[in-house]
């Protein structure tokens, strides 16, 4: 027991401590440092003329990230290199569009591997990308998609390269389920196309990783590779808290410590449907439409802070809103489960999850098993959902780990329902591993294998 309760006591007290801190810095009287040109400034992310010509996936810029990346923005991280692209995609409209992706490098690279890690930004503001968010000295409202870096060090010491793409595209458009998919596909074939760069090999092995936000990202890639980029060849996609179904979201979390994921969602669905952009503005309360459009302008932590316990039907002066012909059409739209992956998946769920409910993603689970996709499902009881991205991360490592290592998927469909996933069959290994080597990395340890083997 005193194991489990630890692995609930400390992400949550994490948690707690990096809201607390972010809620210092945002009332301290010391501005916030920004160190570098904010996304919607600077002129890197602005594509060419005449881009939208160029194929889904065409390299239209690259640089060396500006700034080191850096752990809570604050800790840099020790790469062999890091590189930003800014590459052609298409938005949910099929309109061209650019969006710029993180590649990173570890030390003693293999470059026939490469880690797509879909962030949960889950946020409607450009400078909540990770592109921004990974960099130093650039504040801590990007906190969550900061500690997730943790994540990708693991796989970096892994000697595998990391990209993470700002897969909300230029307009912020969270939640919206195919700009995210077109934009980690697009990543992969600009990374893949990247050699005299970044040294990748164009037939290196790929595969996806997310958590909540970025398990929308990796499920809807996933769910759109046959279709959009049918020549990718990926390994699988790891998929924890996957957030299936918009609406069963809306409605679990409002009036608790995560409403604020409701504007920042609205406003990313409304960013790309014009009708519902009219809608919303259409019924909201005049004194609290600032407070709502708030959302525009911070990041996931800064968001939960304003919104905090509130009841989201009070900023608008319709009831029942989200049961209006034009927000039913955009939640229908992005749901989960309308075309069918091809590749092997590895879906993780806690039971209790209070933001991302569990039933739509075992619904999920069942429909693909049904279409034939390969699946292992984990149902976890003792995590809440911020708890399980950090206690699942060991068993997908280890999943993606064998994919890489060429070991087959055993064809079909199982699922098993664990107190824990941080007990799992290596997983303390994969922990003790990833304490050790973060607290490194933290300290600005070389990442990357320590020897090529
Ligand atoms: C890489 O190749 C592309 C296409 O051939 C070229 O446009 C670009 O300048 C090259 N970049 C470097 C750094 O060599
Ligand atoms: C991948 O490409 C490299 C060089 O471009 C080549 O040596 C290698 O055999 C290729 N690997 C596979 C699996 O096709
Ligand atoms: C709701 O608010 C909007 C925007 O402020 C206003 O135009 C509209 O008349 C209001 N509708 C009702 C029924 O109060
Ligand atoms: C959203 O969920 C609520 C509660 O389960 C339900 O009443 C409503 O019809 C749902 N709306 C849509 C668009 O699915
Ligand atoms: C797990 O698989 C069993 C047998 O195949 C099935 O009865 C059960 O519904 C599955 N569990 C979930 C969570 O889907």
Partial sequence: MLAIDIWRIIPAALVCASLWLSSIQQVSAVPVRRATVLPQNDPFYSPPAGYESTAPGTILRTRPVPNKLAAFSLLPQNLANAWQILYRTTDSNGNAQ???????????????????????????????????????????????????????????????????????????????????????????????????????????????????????????????QPTYAPELKILGAALGGTPVDLNATLQAVNKGPFVGLVPAGILGLASQNPDLQTYIDSILIPSKRDAFYKAKSQCLAGDILEFVFQDINTYVNKTDFLNDPVAVKVLN?????????????????????????????????????????????????????????????????????????????????????????????????????????????????????????
């Fill in 98 to 224: 650019a969006t710029v992706t993180t590649v990173m490098e570890p030390h003693n690279a293999d470059p026939t591997k490469v880690l797509s890690y879909q962030v949960a930004e889950d946020s409607s503001y450009a400078a909540c990308a990770p592109s921004y968010t990974l960099q130093q000295g650039v504040g801590l409202d990007g906190i969550v998609t900061q500690a997730e870096l943790l994540l990708m060090d693991a796989a970096l010491d892994r000697g595998w390269y990391v990209v993470t793409p700002d897969y909300e595209g230029p307009d912020s458009s969270f939640t919206v389920g195919m700009q995210a998919g077109h934009a980690t596909l697009d990543s992969l074939r600009a990374v893949l196309a990247s050699s005299n760069v970044t040294n990748v090999q164009a037939n290196a092995s790929v595969a996806l990783w997310g958590y909540s936000g970025g398990a929308l990202a990796s499920g809807w890639a996933a769910e759109l």
């Fill in 333 to 453: 739209e992005n749901h989960m489960g309308k075309y069918v992956p091809k590749i092997p998946l590895h879906m993780y769920h806690a039971i209790h999850d209070e933001i991302v409910p569990y039933p739509p993603a075992q619904a999920l689970y069942q429909q693909y098993c049904s279409q034939g996709v390969s699946i292992d499902f984990t149902t976890d009881e003792l995590s809440e959902h911020a708890i399980l991205l950090i206690t699942g991360s060991a068993s997908a490592l280890l999943w993606l780990e064998a994919r890489f290592n060429g070991t087959p998927v055993t064809p079909g469909c199982s699922n098993r329902t664990v107190a824990t996933s941080a007990l799992d069959p290596g997983a303390l290994q994969v922990f003790g591993e990833l304490i050790f080597n973060d607290l490194g990395d933290l300290l600005g340890k070389p990442l990357g294998p320590l020897s090529i083997t």
